[in-house]
T-cell receptor
Framework: GESVGLHLPTLSVQEGDNSIINCAYS??????FIWYKQESGKGPQFIID?????DKRQGQRVTVLLNKTVKHLSLQIAATQPGDSAVYFC??????????????FGKGTLLTVNP | DAGVTQSPTHLIKTRGQQVTLRCSPK?????VSWYQQALGQGPQFIFQ???????QRGNFPDRFSGHQFPNYSSELNVNALLLGDSALYLC?????????????FGPGTRLTVL
């Protein structure tokens, strides 16, 4: 069945270091992927997305890499700051054909940034 | 520009009761999705509304129902509440219309069933 999972449930880094959060997905039909950040007591906040016709996309301090061969997604955060501490979720969608609209989430990775 | 808003913020109910949660989408968005997030888990898709109709449903019982209004706002109704329904209920809006598009989430409603 379809599933989205994360290799590391927790990640602790020093302020200023780069962070890498990994995600594995099992459904080869997925063609749209999103990273969300969720702080305690809040809803998920959109960070960056990527479609399956790309293998890399950059935003402000963040980069998402997609490896369709091994069905792997990663989020890289440059110069990690204490404000980046949160749970990070990857989510997948198979909706480019217009028939599947749901997002399937993994369990999340807790990122802790130490000052 | 207001983002996705949800009400109420918190709610406490007892088993067997019914609850209604509300969501207003981000300005310009016409599609509303609802998710349930248990503690320590990722959100689970309940259903999505577009053009006032449910167009996709996740693996949730019929006790979970919804509605979308002409102004695109939405309600989630849960009947015959169970202890296991305690969770954070998230609303997400998107503007893709007929195609899947980026979903933006509201702050959620924390439901506690006693």
């Amino acid at each position: 069945g379809e599933s989205v999972g994360l290799h590391l449930p927790t990640l602790s880094v020093q302020e200023g270091d780069n962070s890498i959060i990994n995600c594995a997905y099992s459904n080869s039909a997925s063609d749209y992927f999103i990273w969300y950040k969720q702080e305690s007591g809040k809803g998920p906040q959109f960070i960056i997305d990527i479609r399956s016709n790309m293998d890399k996309r950059q935003g402000q301090r963040v980069t998402v890499l997609l490896n369709k061969t091994v069905k792997h997604l990663s989020l890289q955060i440059a110069a990690t700051q204490p404000g980046d501490s949160a749970v990070y979720f990857c989510a997948e969608n198979m909706g480019s054909g217009g028939s599947n609209y749901k997002l399937t989430f993994g369990k999340g990775t807790l990122l802790t940034v130490n000052p | 520009d207001a983002g996705v808003t949800q009400s109420p913020t918190h709610l406490i109910k007892t088993r067997g009761q019914q609850v209604t949660l509300r969501c207003s989408p981000k300005s310009g968005h016409d599609t509303v999705s609802w998710y349930q997030q248990a503690l320590g888990q990722g959100p689970q898709f309940i259903f999505q509304y577009y053009e006032e109709e449910e167009r996709q449903r996740g693996n949730f019982p019929d006790r979970f129902s919804g509605h979308q209004f002409p102004n695109y706002s939405s309600e989630l109704n849960v009947n015959a509440l169970l202890l296991g329904d305690s969770a954070l209920y998230l609303c997400a809006s998107s503007g893709g219309g007929a195609i899947a598009d980026t979903q933006y989430f509201g702050p959620g409603t924390r439901l506690t069933v006693l």
